[in-house]
């Protein structure tokens, strides 16, 4: 293959995807990870995507958070997975804390029936995707609902919060960088994690290969903070360069 064509394939996919690394492009293309890198250069110096640190991203994407049928659409597959393999670790009787997104809220939609667990949760998506299930108890943290992202902040969602007791708290973020943890790039998503993260006992993050390596403007959670960090498969390359000394658990969907 050219490498105009190839360049112009990587393009499409940054364009799908929001998000390429360079580990994937290589096997996907059967080339070297430095052939791939100097077509990431080239499309960068055109303005056509952002170099990211293990890829790139989509230059015409804003900078700011997506909206929730955004989120839903990328990676979907992958999220999948990682619900999958996260539901493995509930137990009955827990009271899980789901975020706002769109890979909890295929956790959620995973939830085998009949087992008893609390489910709490500020995401009017994950409501909506339990509320026909009479076999778990379903909590909603009020507060002021936010459209674009499809759920409630603020006071009232902390407040409530506060008088709950939470096992195991499954969220997402931007990115995860190996020194600094995970981030969002809405600064008040990133402070009620934040605050999610301290209350509850267990923390586990659920990240697609994508989000690894990259960083977003509000850090709310350091390695230290997670028990867990449940990524998918393709993961494998970028966890065995990156994430060989970190402390908590590395699992990979199946």
């Not at 190839?6 to 995807?17: A, G, K, M, P, T």
């Not at 994407?61 to 989120?71: D, F, I």
């Not at 295929?106 to 949760?121: D, K």
């Not at 230290?224 to 994430?243: F, N, W």
């Amino acid at each position: 293959m050219l490498a105009a064509e190839r360049q112009r394939q990587i393009l499409d996919r940054v364009r799908r995807d929001g998000t390429v690394r360079t580990a994937e492009l290589a096997k996907d293309f059967a080339v070297t990870e430095e052939t791939i890198r100097r077509d990431l250069d080239y499309l960068g110096r055109r303005g056509h995507v952002r170099r990211t640190h293990g890829g790139a991203m989509d230059a015409s994407a804003p900078l700011g958070e997506l909206s929730q049928s955004e989120r839903e659409a990328r990676k979907l597959e992958e999220k999948i997975e990682i619900a999958r393999e996260a539901v493995r670790i509930i137990g009955p009787g827990e009271t899980i804390l789901l975020d706002a997104s769109t890979t909890a809220l295929e956790l959620a939609g995973h939830l085998p029936e009949n087992m008893p667990v609390r489910v709490v949760t500020y995401s009017l998506a994950v409501i909506e995707r339990l509320a026909g299930r009479g076999d778990l108890e379903l909590v909603q943290l009020g507060g002021i609902y936010e459209a674009r992202g499809r759920r409630f902040s603020g006071m009232v969602t902390e407040s409530a919060l506060r008088l709950l007791k939470i096992d195991r708290f499954f969220f997402s973020g931007a990115g995860l960088d190996p020194i600094q943890g995970i981030s969002e790039p809405n600064p008040e998503q990133a402070r009620l994690k934040r605050m999610m993260i301290e209350i509850s006992s267990w923390n586990g993050a659920l990240l697609d290969h994508s989000k690894l390596g990259i960083k977003a403007n509000h850090f709310f959670a350091t390695p230290s903070d997670l028990d867990v960090v449940i990524t998918d498969r393709e993961s494998k390359a970028y966890a065995k360069g990156q994430l060989k000394s970190v402390p908590y658990e590395l699992r990979f969907a199946r």
